[in-house]
């Protein structure tokens, strides 16, 4: 099954919405993965629903994955259980969610098709990771011209130059024709 991972920090939360702002049901699942504080994630989750129309799940317990957009609970970080299967859970990481720690537990079950989008942001959350998925097929999109670009460089770097570097609509474009494919 095809999923799509969406990870940021600083100035992402709206381009997230905009890319999956698609005019057309979610046939696919979607993870999204931007620090946020604990109160904010359920005001989140109904901003993005409201503004896209999808079904948007705040997991709180072990979740099987669908076609929908997926949150971690507030002040938690989201990890793979099994391929299709994720939860929040607390960890003692300084940011939350962390990208980190979503990363580790996909390391086991990422494969060609998951496609990670690295948005905006500060800091280096998810770079120790970054090789061991790409090294496992998964594809990575990083966005073009962030308004903060400390994250995704970080991320870039470890990938060395083996990722796509695309605008925010060529971005909205490839979950547009992955959700087509599912």
Do not use: W
């Not at 939360?13 to 620090?35: G, M, Q």
């Not at 129309?53 to 609970?73: C, F, N, R, S």
Request: aromatic fraction near 6%; proline fraction near 4%.
């Amino acid at each position: 099954m095809n999923k799509i991972i969406i990870v940021g920090s600083a100035g992402s939360p709206n381009i997230a919405i905009r890319i999956v702002k698609i005019n057309e049901t979610l046939n696919i699942p979607v993870i999204i993965c931007i620090h946020f504080t604990g109160s904010a994630m359920e005001t989140f989750a109904n901003h993005i629903a409201l503004e896209t129309g999808q079904d948007v799940i705040v997991v709180k317990k072990p979740t099987e994955l669908k076609g929908a957009i997926y949150l971690p609970e507030g002040s938690k970080d989201l990890v793979f259980m099994a391929e299709n299967i994720v939860n929040s859970i607390e960890t003692e990481s300084k940011i939350h969610p962390s990208i980190s720690k979503l990363f580790q537990s996909l390391v086991k079950y990422g494969s060609k098709d998951t496609t990670i989008i690295v948005l905006g942001g500060l800091g280096d959350d998810g770079k120790e990771y970054a090789k061991m998925l790409k090294d496992k097929g998964v594809r990575f999109i990083i966005e073009k011209s962030p308004r903060f670009p400390y994250l995704p460089q970080n991320i870039a770097k470890e990938l060395e130059a083996r990722y796509e570097n695309l605008e925010i609509e060529k971005i909205a474009d490839v979950v547009k024709y992955l959700n087509g494919k599912r």
